[in-house]
């Protein structure tokens, strides 16, 4: 089975900018949680989508969105983007049934400059 | 790698020792827990959970140990090898109506593993 994948890995934008992260979960997977990784803040819990509707949702201001399409793919936007937002942004997967572990892609690297 | 915080404890031990990695949790009302480990450049990887009504689970050379009166996690890797240098994360959750595991994780602030040779 193919893991999660991230689109892009790496990316640099400048304040004021809006940004938009991809991610493809693993197949069968309904459920899609983003999180963002700072040294300072360690991870945190964005959002989470299940069947295209937010379920869960995070301590993280309105510029922070996301969707996610009938296929379970899910993305992700940042809008005025600000120097803090400068992170690793991980998304994750999982089988919403017990024993579902989360699965998680490799992040996409934002630079804010 | 982008993964590994600034102020991270780090944990040294030498190859071969057994580690222990310690967690506290936040919320009384999680009753599901897991542990990553993330190496430089990657996304967390699962080692193993619990559920609250356990006090114990064993894997390979992994062990997570549960004491819900005090709210504490830790990891025992039996056999530390080079390769299990990593940043390891214990994560909270509350499980759903159906017993599944729901999708917001809370996160600890991670301990860095480094195994000498």
């Known amino acids: 089975k193919a893991g999660v994948t991230q689109t892009p890995r790496y990316l640099i934008k400048t304040r004021g900018q809006q940004v938009t992260l991809s991610c493809s979960p693993i197949s069968g997977h309904r459920s899609v949680s983003w999180y963002q990784q700072t040294p300072g803040q360690g991870l945190q819990f964005l959002f989470e989508y299940f069947s295209e509707t937010q379920r869960n949702k995070g301590n993280f201001p309105g510029r922070f969105s996301g969707r996610q399409f009938s296929n379970s793919r899910s993305e992700m936007n940042v809008s005025t983007l600000e120097l803090g937002d400068s992170a690793l942004y991980l998304c994750a997967s999982h089988f919403t049934g017990v024993g579902g572990e989360q699965y998680f892609g490799p992040g996409t690297r934002l630079t804010v400059t | 790698g982008e993964s590994v915080g600034l102020h991270l404890p780090t944990l040294s031990v030498q190859e071969g020792d057994n580690s222990i990695i310690n967690c506290a949790y936040s919320n009384s009302a999680s009753d599901y827990f897991i542990w990553y480990k993330q190496e430089s450049g990657k996304g967390p990887q699962f080692i193993i959970d619990?559920?609250?009504?356990?006090d114990k689970r064993q894997g390979q050379r992994v062990t997570v140990l549960l004491n819900k009166t005090v709210k504490h996690l830790s990891l025992q890797i039996a056999a530390t090898q080079p390769g299990d240098s990593a940043v390891y994360f214990c994560a909270e959750n509350m499980l759903g109506g159906n017993g599944g595991s729901q999708g917001n994780l809370i996160f600890g602030k991670g301990t860095k593993l480094s195994v000498k040779p």
């Open positions: 619990i559920r609250s009504n356990m």
